[in-house]
């Protein structure tokens, strides 16, 4: 087991689930920067209110890969709504966890969805309340994000 | 395939240095302290060991101190020089950017003890110091100059000797770190001229846990483990005989073959290079001529070293990469940094380093893996995307 991965987030670094653009997408996030080693970009297709399709493409170490491919996977077929409710943390749980140093690539999957889901509102004049996507259009700080779980 | 590419890590213990080190389990196993029989065998076996050694490097045996490793002939070295020049007021300190963290940190440790520090910039992308750039820094008050030999990541060779021409002239101590030098270079301490070396078994074939650190004749050095009188009362603790006579084979090994397995290297080295600089965005780091024989250390724009590493790792290939990742730190290398890599190209870094077991078909094999990952990472890579649509 490389670096304290599981079999899970290697499952998921070297056999990604849902690489790829969409074209046209309905909603697209991408947060993260390369100076801190990590982007993910998020694609959303939304058909009455299901996410019928989910794509990502990620610069970033395993954990970063991995974490993208488990939280597209996590929300694809479910409702935006439904999508919206997911955290770093489910994201971990799901991929039985994830080193302590690489935290805060659970916390970049999960706004990588948020900022997507926040494009999709904000394109298709859908309201929402901002409170919601709070904190999204922070600049991404290591420090302070491995904290937060 | 099984490929190791991570020798300057780490090397496979050679055949010659695992026999040498035999006897000393169960036969040879006095304390070179004690005085009876089986104590004077192995002061007798730890004297011809560092005869050897000494031999090799074109030093005398009583300039040899061995040591746990290289770290604590840095550290051991550093402190000295900086404690002997605070007695006589002289408070200033000069290294480069890219020394190991085994000379960098207790440089800093010392900067914060009050000591003065100054850290020379290096030349971008072939990592040299310039020589000019010493001469200016050195002061009346300077106590140590700490340049390494040969850089670990990016394999740069530093024309030393002109450093030391200069300090000598002005009597101010040098100090370098040859541990990724000893063994796959040509390294003799007079002509290098330094007044202390510090030198790591492990790194040339012999066993992990043993160095040694050369200190010229006449040039003064404090005890940094304190406690014993061994090694003439510059290092306490009983010596590792086992990994000194170890170490002392790998040596003779090493310096005896060193020309044919430098070209071996060489070779293979180069045909790294030409095949990666194929890729598309890709740099390499150092220079190109003045390197070490068996370090290729590129990188690749738009990826991110430890996925790199992990796949390559998962079709046999050991590698290295200075991607803040695999450091465990946020930082990427402070080494690629220093030579003007801009933080997300630093991140994208991949070291090889060979051996002389390093084979024509591991080299192709490594290749043609490396060619296929970086395109997967990049096809992936929304920063690859986004260089791409920047040159369109």
Known sequence: MAMGYSDKVMDHFINPRNVGEIENPDGVGEVGNAKCGDIMKVYLRVEDGILIDVKFKTFGCASAIATSSMATELIKGKPVADALELTNRAVVEALDGLPAVKMHCSVLAEEAVRSAIKNYYDTHGIAYNPALFAGLDEEHDHGDLAEEV | ?392
């Open chain 2, 1 to 392: 395939m099984r490929v190791y590419l991570d020798n300057a890590a780490t090397t496979r213990i050679s055949e010659a240095a695992k026999q040498a080190m035999t006897p000393f389990w169960d036969e040879i196993y006095g304390n070179p302290s004690s005085l009876h029989t089986f104590g004077q065998a192995a002061s007798n076996a730890l004297q011809l060991a560092r005869e050897s050694i000494a031999k090799n490097l074109n030093a005398s045996p009583q300039e040899i101190y061995f040591t746990s490793g290289g770290s604590e002939a840095d550290n051991q070295a550093i402190f000295s020089a900086a404690r002997l020049g605070a007695k006589r007021g002289k408070k200033h300190l000069i290294t480069s950017a890219i020394e190991h963290h085994a000379v960098l940190h207790p440089m800093m440790a010392l900067r914060d003890g009050g000591f003065e520090l100054t850290i020379l910039p290096v030349q971008p992308e072939t990592g040299f110091v310039r020589v000019d750039d010493l001469a200016a820094a050195l002061r009346d008050d300077t106590a140590l100059v700490s340049i390494m030999l040969a850089n670990n990541e990016v394999g740069t060779i530093q024309p030393i000797a002109e450093m030391t021409a200069l300090c000598r002239a002005r009597k101010i101590p040098f100090h370098t770190d040859a541990v990724q030098a000893v063994g796959h270079i040509p390294v003799d301490v007079r002509a290098l001229n330094a007044d202390t070396l510090s030198l790591s078994g492990h790194k040339f074939h012999g066993p992990k846990g043993i160095g040694a650190l050369y200190c010229r004749k006449g040039h003064p050095l404090q005890a940094y483990l304190l406690g014993g009188a061994q090694e003439r009362n510059r290092r306490a603790g009983t010596e590792n005989l086992p990994a000194i006579a170890g170490m002392a084979a790998a040596l003779r090994e090493a310096v005896d073959d060193i020309a044919e397995t430098a070209a071996h290297m060489t070779s293979l080295r180069d045909q790294l290079i030409a095949g990666l600089r194929q890729i598309d965005r890709s740099h390499l780091n150092g220079d190109p001529m003045h390197r070490l024989p068996g370090n290729v250390n590129f990188c690749f724009e738009g990826i991110e070293g430890e996925a790199l590493l992990l796949l390559l790792d998962t079709k046999g290939i050991a590698g290295s990469s200075g991607s803040a990742c695999t450091s465990g730190s946020l930082e990427p290398s402070h080494v690629l940094l220093a030579l003007g890599r801009p933080h997300e190209i630093a991140h994208g870094s991949l070291r090889l380093s060979l051996s002389r077991h390093t084979t024509q078909e591991e080299v192709d094999y490594t290749l043609a893996q490396i060619y296929g990952i970086v395109d997967y990472l990049r096809k992936m890579s929304p920063v690859w995307e986004r260089i791409m649509a920047e040159k369109n």
